[in-house]
């Protein structure tokens, strides 16, 4: 057996609802699996729609989220070569079929059929998760667990975003919307590890402090500000080159999108159910681009490690909370009310 915080649905009322912790039994890997002990799992915004019922529901509950693990492997299966039992790894929360023409092109973030760990199958807020053996990397000695756990969505979603859907380049100048939570902070990092001039964009002083700290040049409060657009383009002589949107908040990314010079391109990285509106000439005369980026491709995660373990990314400052396996839902509530960067929970 083993202890896990069971969610089992929400209640319909766009409150978070609950989760229980149970004593469920404890998984057992097939032959091209393998189980891990979790370290560490990272708290996310995707979880909230799941626990307020917002957005198409992960596989039918009950189902144990969670989707940011690191760990230590436990138990391998039969059919699994090249990893250990007692290897620090972390674990992708995409399982795709592999079988697809996404999946065969390198493209697995697409593939129509993608199981998710915490969404469609059970995931890591629990004392032991299962993956595919395929899905499960090994940590570098010096990379602590806890850090690691992030890797896997916060850090790997922001290298996808910003080097293979924006493709930013060494120079360019570069907002970023939401410069406060994992995603933004990440993509500060990189951006800024590139040469690029970074503009943070948010709302809580101290967050955007941390960015400023993390290498965005400027920084701006919406709230201080009454037209975010123009005095991007105004520091900026025209626009930035790239804007990202890790809010998915409509009114947001309509801003992004008018903070952009001609020819400029945003990336929709925040997820949400909204619709924005552009007015077309906008698209037509100035030639921008608009482009969404969904998680990552499997092929980057060694790089994205490197880069961890390089300094490149500091997550130290990234990740703001640590929570015990009893307390998710607490964590959840003060995610849900803005007060940390990145949580993790340790089981
Ligand atoms: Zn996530
Ligand atoms: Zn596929």
Known sequence: MMKAAVFHGADGAHKLAPMSIEEVPRPRPGADEALVKVAACGLCRTDLDYLKGEGPTPKSPPVILGHEPAGVIEEIGAGVHGLEVGQRVLVTPLVPCRNCDYCRTGYENLCPTMEILGATRDGAFAEYVLSPATGIFAVPDNLPLEEAAIITDAVATSYHALYRQANLQPGQTIAIFGASGGVGLVCVQLAAALGARVIGVGRQIWKLKTAQELGAAEVIAVQDVPKVDSAIRKMTG??????????????????????TRPGGKTVVVGLSYGKFEVAVNHLMWLERTIAGSKNYRIVDLPKVLTLVERGVVDLKRVISHRFKLDEINEAYQMLDRGEMLRGIVTP
């Open 238 to 259: 025209g626009g930035v080159d790239i804007a990202i949107d890790a809010t998915g908040v409509p009114a947001m990314i309509e801003t992004a999108i008018r903070s």
